[in-house]
């Protein structure tokens, strides 16, 4: 984590700090063989249910050097370009992530997808109280994000941190995103 010193502003009251985080990391894509089995044409969507999507995207982590803990996917992925599911991924941290998988394409029953990184309003709410708390000694009360995080540059949250009995609106900004690494910084606003 990299944190900027805070800067003055010309009325010399201090702009809060800065922080750059890396949210999670490992580059992965993956395909996986649909259950298709007797079921054939030119009309037939290939459909992987969403336990062998688990076992494809744990694998997958595991392979990248990052053996997750559990992955739970909302949905199973239908075969269509574009197509989305979201895998909570239980990492041993406090927050984990929930990286969306996208289909890039099918070839012969196999989908080939993306996973691209992401933190749910849960997650996302759970890394800004673990930051905030590193870097300051208050205690934090509460910390309420209006949802979660994309990764995509750009991309940002609003969250309400109450610490020591006062509230204080922080921004989190998508800064970079690499493979499923995504830095983000957190400010007051």
Request: charged share 20%.
């Amino acid at each position: 984590m990299r944190s900027q010193p805070p800067s003055r502003r010309p009325d010399g009251r201090m702009h809060a700090m800065r922080w750059t985080v890396a949210a999670t990391t490992l580059a992965v894509a993956g395909a996986v063989t649909c259950g298709c089995a007797g079921v054939t044409g030119p009309d037939v969507v290939p459909t992987v249910a969403k336990d062998a999507l688990q076992r494809d995207v744990a694998a997958k982590l595991t392979t990248a050097g990052e053996r997750p803990q559990e992955v739970v996917c909302d949905s199973d992925l239908v075969g269509e370009v574009g197509r989305t599911a979201h895998c909570d991924v239980a990492t041993g941290t406090p927050s984990g992530f929930q990286p969306v998988v996208t289909v890039t394409g099918t070839d012969d029953g196999a989908i080939q997808y993306d996973l691209t990184p992401a933190l749910s309003r849960e997650q996302l709410e759970a890394e800004v109280a673990r930051l905030i708390a590193e870097k300051s000694p208050t205690r934090i009360d509460s910390v309420a994000c209006e949802g979660g995080l994309t990764g995509e540059v750009g991309a940002s949250a609003g969250c309400d941190v109450v610490a020591g009995g006062v509230q204080a609106r922080r921004t989190v900004e998508v800064t970079g995103v690499s493979g499923l690494t995504m830095n983000f910084t957190l400010r007051t606003n």
